[in-house]
């Protein structure tokens, strides 16, 4: 179940991520995470009561915890790609993603690699960078600061860290982190929008790509939690994570069929290693 819930995760990061950058077109990047954060928040809120079997002041510590780590990495995740090349910060940073908790199995192996394994997560490592690979007029410079790889690489690294903090949770709270994660977001950014100046924008056609975004990126924060909670083993939780950090395909797929943007060779070849690894890892 680990890979099925890695899958979930995965495709309904990628669709929130597309509709929060259709909203983004409306709407400063600020007022869009804080309403993205704030309708998570009040749908996983109402529905936990009815799902967690306990709740634990741990769990709630590093739901806090977890949720500073993922919006230190979303910020610096979008300031590196406010100022670099996105088709060079996305696979850095989906990488990283993927490679914290690969590089924690190694540290702490508990059962032996089979070869099926070992190439289901090479394959999975190779779509994470293909499937967010620039693609010609993507506008992708040759160059890259050593500021915007560091906060690509930082960005990563915090993501990756926020699947080992859920994995850390008891999965009979589940999904209380998520709600603490959310609400400890929320205010921040809540915060920090009251002190932003005031820009006037026109809301009305951000609507629904907002809502959709949040319900989809808490969603996939639950998904995400299930299955770092069903990878009983470092090795298992490996695969949640290169499964999960594939998120980019959607966005890809979404901004294919929605808006008629053309798929390069590069990202098909992704999205054929992406589904192999998919299957390979899911008979290993």
């Given at each position: 179940m680990a890979i099925v819930y890695s899958v979930i995760a995965a495709g309904v990061y990628g669709t929130s991520d597309y509709f929060g950058g259709l909203a983004t077109r409306r709407l400063s990047v600020l007022t869009v995470m804080f309403w993205v954060h704030l309708i998570g928040l009040v749908a996983v809120g109402l529905a936990t009561p009815f799902l967690a079997d306990q709740l634990l002041g741990r769990d709630i510590a590093l739901g806090v915890v977890a949720g500073l780590v993922g919006l230190a990495g979303l910020l610096m995740f979008y300031w590196a790609l406010s100022v670099g090349p996105m088709g060079v910060v996305a696979p850095i940073a989906g990488l990283l993603t993927a490679l914290v908790a690969v590089g924690w199995d190694l540290k702490s192996p508990d059962e032996p690699v089979t070869a099926l394994t070992a190439l289901g997560l090479v394959l999975g490592l190779v779509a994470v960078v293909t499937t967010s690979w620039p693609e010609a007029g993507d506008g992708a410079a040759t160059k890259v600061s050593a500021k915007v790889l560091a906060a690509s690489v930082a960005g990563g690294a915090c993501f990756g860290t926020l699947l080992l903090i859920y994995d850390a949770t008891s999965e009979a709270g589940a999904p209380w982190p998520v709600v603490s994660s959310r609400l400890a977001t929320t205010v921040l950014l809540g915060g920090a929008l009251a002190l932003a100046p005031r820009v006037s924008a026109d809301a009305s056609a951000a609507k629904v790509p907002v809502v959709v975004a949040?319900?989809?990126?808490?969603?996939?924060?639950?998904?995400?939690?299930?299955?770092?909670?069903?990878?009983?083993?470092?090795?298992?939780?490996?695969?949640?994570?290169?499964?999960?950090?594939?998120?980019?395909?959607?966005?890809?797929?979404?901004?294919?069929?929605?808006?008629?943007?053309?798929?390069?060779?590069?990202?098909?070849?992704?999205?054929?290693?992406?589904?192999?690894?998919?299957?390979?890892?899911?008979?290993?």
């Open positions: 949040g319900l989809g990126d808490t969603f996939a924060n639950v998904m995400l939690l299930a299955a770092s909670g069903a990878a009983v083993t470092a090795r298992q939780l490996s695969v949640v994570a290169v499964v999960s950090g594939l998120y980019p395909a959607a966005t890809i797929l979404w901004a294919r069929f929605h808006l008629g943007e053309q798929l390069g060779w590069v990202r098909r070849f992704g999205m054929v290693c992406a589904l192999t690894a998919i299957v390979v890892m899911s008979v290993s």
